[in-house]
């Protein structure tokens, strides 16, 4: 009997080598139906494959990651499958699962636009309605090419060259449609009842801009159509929260031709970084580290030393002084490193928590510019603590704990991850397995939800990845917790021991916002631009009904709140007070301050805040002293009204 052991826990056994699908059949005829994939000991699988020897083995459906990369890549095949049937000359190029829907990658000598979308989404459906059976078969690779070569498909032909000698060249039918593929998919196009393509995008074939440029179809699906409906307003949402807009609004940050990737930031946008960063260095005063900052250039040994020149090098911006080569720094731990070599240490002295607001700088893709998101240029919060082995854990729950107050503090809900040992890892299994359990045993001491990706860790150390979900339902990866055993080994760094021997100190790197840039682009996404006032880059912002009649009491009182440390600013515009008004709101101000006759008489104004309709009057010492005290809770604007 073959012992397969489910993800509940119990087993199931079977008399004979069984798939995966009948396997579910087994178990129930509503999980076969909506089983996607398998996952047999940790390992992705399609429903075709056997089962036969004992293992854990898991039935995927869309709601599993797994199972919604099965369900997106056999749409993606659907794509495939439509656009040949329309346009047969189009040549195919790749077509993968993505982390919201799927896209392929095509070349057509007339290129496709978005008007030809709603008939080849009618084209797709129709393969659906269908209900094609999809096979999967083999073929060696003089035959798998040949076949290409017959059907004109040129990049086809190259992936199969490209792929080791010993592949297994798998194929996918659907119907008249057949592509080189190594799947998962799904046992019929049926399945796939909702669907929408999204957008179009120019790519070149393998990244490369030597190569020609193709045309990326990308779209989305769903089992159901709600689900779908769901979706697409959620990403209408997102365009109107889009930090690329509200940035330009807000007068947050721009973007020059003379410096791609490079961001600019405004007044307004260092005012609400600065507030950030105030609050991550009280944070890391109250958990004990200390506070360095390193050099942006340094010499192309240090980078050989890190293995950073042998790896990265393509990456990092270089430059020649004195006759030798130098780097712009593309990571800040090497430079930490130099720190903690700068003098000795004892086993006394550990843990030492460094922390660093590191400016890097990488190459990327001018493809793969994205705003804030991806840029070339930006700014790291980067730790790094050197401790020994027993102190793993206890460092570990102390960043865990930082995490959770930081994360909560803007109001971002999280989920952990716990990657372990890669197959390329560097360095000895005993240390793995100490790290691993040390890092498992912390999380696991923190009462904290957790999941294991197995074999995705550095291949330096294990990590822990935490993904913060924004307020209309989309995760992020932000924080990043990483053992480190091979770069205090690289560079030689020491501590003596209570034995009175030389030891190596273990490294984690650390950081919770991640890049600065990143993190205000998500959180102005998450916020939708209205920041709380202690973020809000104008706090306040006041409006004389007549600035004839009432600036001069306006700016006397601009002054005062400027002094009590409030950023706040004079409407000193001709116009009436509703347009004022309106404007302030558009700016998304958190209180707005109406004076005329009356206020300048009282010595007061009138207060209104920006999501409500209705005003109070308050004196100046009275709204100072509120705000203040909201400044120094950090209180959302939301909380204080209540």
């Not at 193709?214 to 779209?219: F, H, K, N, Q």
């Not at 706040?568 to 515009?573: A, G, L, N, S």
């Not at 116009?575 to 206020?599: F, H, N, S, V």
């Not at 009282?602 to 010492?621: H, L, Q, T």
Request: proline residues 4%.
């Amino acid at each position: 009997m073959i012992q397969v052991r489910l993800k509940n826990g119990d087993v199931h056994e079977l008399k004979e080598p069984q798939s995966i699908y009948e396997i579910a059949g087994q178990l129930s005829a509503g999980l076969q139906r909506e089983a996607c994939a398998g996952e047999i000991d940790g390992e992705l699988h399609d429903l075709r494959d056997l089962v036969d020897h004992d293992c854990k083995l898991s039935i995927l459906t869309f709601a599993d990651e797994g199972g919604r990369h099965a369900f997106r890549h056999t749409c993606s095949h659907i794509l495939a499958q439509a656009v040949k049937r329309l346009y047969p000359e189009t040549q195919l190029a790749i077509g993968p699962a993505i982390e919201d829907g799927y896209y392929y990658d095509v070349d057509r000598d007339t290129p496709f636009s978005e008007e030809d979308f709603p008939k080849i989404e009618e084209e797709m459906k129709k393969i659906v309605k269908e209900d094609l059976p999809i096979e999967r078969f083999t073929r060696p690779r003089d035959e798998a090419i040949r076949y290409f070569e017959e059907k004109g498909e040129s990049y086809k032909v190259q992936l199969i060259r490209d792929l080791p000698e010993d592949a297994v060249i798998s194929f996918y039918t659907q119907g008249d449609f057949t592509d080189l593929c190594a799947g998962p998919h799904l046992m019929s196009t049926r399945a796939v009842k909702a669907i929408k393509l999204t957008s179009l995008a120019g790519a070149y074939w393998r990244g490369d801009e030597k190569n020609k440029m193709l045309t990326r179809i990308y779209g989305t699906c769903f089992p159901k159509k709600s689900e779908l409906e769901a979706y697409l307003r959620m990403m209408e949402e997102a365009k109107l929260r889009d930090h690329r807009k509200l940035g330009k609004e807000l007068k947050l940050f721009m973007f020059s031709e003379e410096g791609p990737g490079f961001p600019f930031w405004l007044p307004n946008g260092m005012a609400l970084m600065n507030a950030i960063v105030e609050y991550w260095r009280e944070v890391h005063v109250k958990y004990g580290y200390g506070e360095i900052q390193t050099p942006t250039m340094l010499n192309q040994h240090l980078w050989e030393t890190s293995g950073h020149w042998t790896h990265y090098k393509e990456n990092m911006y270089t430059s020649m002084i004195d006759e030798q080569e130098y780097a712009i720094k593309p990571m800040n731990c090497p430079g930490s490193l130099l720190v903690y070599k700068s003098e000795p240490h004892s086993y006394r002295d550990l843990p030492l928590r460094l922390a660093e607001m590191g400016h890097v700088h990488r190459h990327e893709k001018s493809g793969a510019l994205h705003g804030l998101m991806r840029v070339r240029a930006f700014t790291q919060d980067d730790a790094h603590i050197f401790m020994t082995p027993e102190q793993i854990t206890s460092e570990i729950k102390g960043v865990v704990s930082m995490v959770d107050e930081i994360y909560s503090m803007f109001h971002f809900k999280y989920k952990v991850f716990l990657s372990t040992r890669p197959e390329d890892f560097m360095g000895e299994i005993a240390d793995w397995d100490q790290a691993e359990a040390g890092l498992k045993q912390a999380l696991d001491e923190t009462g904290i939800a957790y999941q294991i990706n197995e074999g995705d860790g550095a291949f330096y150390g294990p990590k822990i990845d935490f993904y913060i979900q924004d307020s209309i339902g989309r995760a992020w990866q932000c924080g990043t917790v990483q053992l480190d055993f091979q770069l205090p080994q690289r560079f030689e760094a020491e501590y003596i021991g209570q034995d009175g021997e030389r030891h190596r100190p273990i490294m984690i790197h650390r950081a919770i916002l991640g890049s600065i840039e990143r993190f205000i682009g998500h959180l102005t996404e998450h916020c939708a631009g209205k920041f709380p006032l202690w973020l809000a880059p104008v706090q306040a912002r006041i409006l004389p009904i007549s600035s004839e009649n009432h600036g001069d009491y306006a700016r006397k009182v601009c002054q005062e709140l400027k002094l009590a440390g409030l950023r706040v600013e004079v409407d000193e515009r001709n116009e009436k007070i509703g347009y004022k008004i309106r404007e302030a709101q558009m700016d998304k101000i958190p209180y707005m301050l109406i004076l005329g006759d009356q206020e300048v008489k009282d010595g007061s104004f009138s207060v209104r805040k920006r999501d409500c309709s209705e005003n109070e009057s308050m004196s100046i010492e009275a709204f100072k002293q509120m705000a203040l005290a909201q400044n120094a809770r950090r209180d959302w604007l939301e909380e204080a009204e209540k």
